[in-house]
């Protein structure tokens, strides 16, 4: 019999884990009898109970052993472990990946780095910040305001990485002036990291991505034990507040746009709330842009 794909088990143990860590039986439905629980989240036969399995069938899905398991049981885990679209995919991802035999040679797709003429006009011709990125947070295209937007990324990567695209993860990680530029760190910090972890649920075997994550994990202490949390998370839409080395507060609505025709490809774009601070100061960084596109970020990163 061939043996378990060993990474995919680890990473479908401790998936399961930490998500059965962070549910309270009170949050579950459960009752609690006796004052001597040991652990705040659920026991494995509490988890076994909500899914409808046996324990020790859970425990043998716990340990990573996932050969032949149903989408039924997957179901009753996702329900019993209250896990998201993006948690839910994830887990579905791990087990499959676990249950292939060690050996096989992997089919890799590396991150996408081509951008499409196409794609450019399409950015050029947004009145909004818009850029363009990969599943690895390099951002391989923006149009004139996106590139003022995060001219801190830019100046990072021309000190730090010269010849290689700007990396929204490397500044968050490894650049002292990213808690300045996100107001709220935490938060930004903890979506890149769950959004790195949907990327490795969906290619484990992409080089690039491993010798990101490697190279954070031994930089950042940060990075490493947000990493260890195995959060995962899409990140498609929301609310991002920046504090931007010129126009200062910026509070800006934000949508993601997945490439159909580039995998793995997504573009980012911004606006700002009709009549706020934040378009005037948008406005403001426009005007800018507009006087001398091929100088704005030189002349924003040495503004006083």
Not at 12 to 26: G, K, Q, S, V, Y
Not at 123 to 152: E, I, T, W
Request: net charge neutral.
């Amino acid at each position: 019999m061939a043996a378990k794909n060993d990474s995919s088990s680890n990473d479908l143990r401790e998936f399961l884990t930490t998500r059965r860590a962070r549910i309270t039986p009170e949050q579950a439905g459960l009752s609690i009898f006796g004052a001597n629980r040991r652990v705040s989240g659920l026991r494995r036969e509490e988890v076994a109970l909500l899914a409808g399995i046996s324990v020790e069938y859970y425990i043998r899905l716990e340990r990573g052993s996932a050969g032949g398991v149903s989408d039924g049981v997957l179901d009753g885990l996702v329900h019993a472990l209250q896990l998201d679209e993006a948690e839910r995919d994830h887990l579905y991802r791990l087990a499959r990946s676990a249950a292939k035999p060690a050996g096989r040679a992997p089919r890799r797709t590396p991150a996408k780095k081509r951008v499409r003429p196409v794609v450019q006009r399409i950015l050029d011709q947004m009145a909004m910040p818009a850029y363009l990125r990969n599943g690895l947070f390099d951002v391989l295209a923006a149009n004139d305001l996106g590139r003022a937007l995060y001219s801190p990324l830019y100046e990072h990567a021309a000190i730090h990485t010269p010849g290689r695209p700007p990396n929204s993860a490397r500044f968050c990680f490894l650049d002292p002036t990213a808690t300045d530029f996100f107001v709220d760190y935490d938060k930004s910090a903890n979506d890149c990291v769950a959004f790195l972890r949907a990327t490795a649920g969906h290619d484990p075997y992409d080089k690039d991505l491993s010798d990101l994550v490697g190279e954070l994990s031994t930089r950042s202490d940060d990075f490493r034990r947000r990493w260890a949390a195995h959060d995962v998370g899409y990140h498609r839409t929301g609310r991002k507040r920046l504090h931007h080395p010129l126009v200062g507060d910026l509070e800006l609505d934000f949508e993601a746009f997945e490439l159909a025709g580039d995998p793995g490809q997504r573009i980012n774009v911004y606006t700002a709330p009709p009549e706020s601070a934040s378009e005037e100061a948008l406005n403001l960084l426009a005007s800018w842009t507009t006087r001398d596109p091929a100088t704005t970020v030189a002349h924003l990163d040495t503004k006083d």
